[in-house]
């Protein structure tokens, strides 16, 4: 799958279901859903531990995403260099971070 395509398969918006969010997550492969509004700005970040956590608190599959994840994320700007975003990654101890424009 091409980048591009690889990103918007982890695109999601914000009415979606813990369902949706966990096929976006699979599909992707990238680890997250990220919630965007109808411009494509992104809300929030989900990940594979944000949806277990909420399903062991009796949310189902069914369930709506609000509230879900975090909307206080690490991101990075366009000038970010790649080796300053995996160095911000491995300090942080996460396995992706959004680059915002």
Do not use: Y
């Not at 966990?22 to 929030?44: F, N, P, T, Y």
């Not at 509230?67 to 160095?87: L, N, Q, W």
């Amino acid at each position: 799958m091409h980048d591009d395509a690889i990103l918007k398969s982890a695109i999601i918006p914000l009415d979606s279901t813990i369902r949706e969010a966990m096929a976006a997550i699979d599909c992707s492969g990238l680890e997250v859903s990220l919630v965007c509004d109808d411009q494509l700005r992104l809300g929030r970040v989900i990940t594979d531990g944000d949806i277990r956590r909420n399903l062991l608190r009796g949310k189902t599959l069914d369930d709506r995403i609000t509230g879900i994840g975090s909307d206080k994320f690490t991101h990075v700007g366009v000038e970010c260099s790649r080796a300053e975003a995996v160095t911000l990654m491995l300090e942080r101890g996460i396995k992706s971070v959004p680059v915002i424009d």
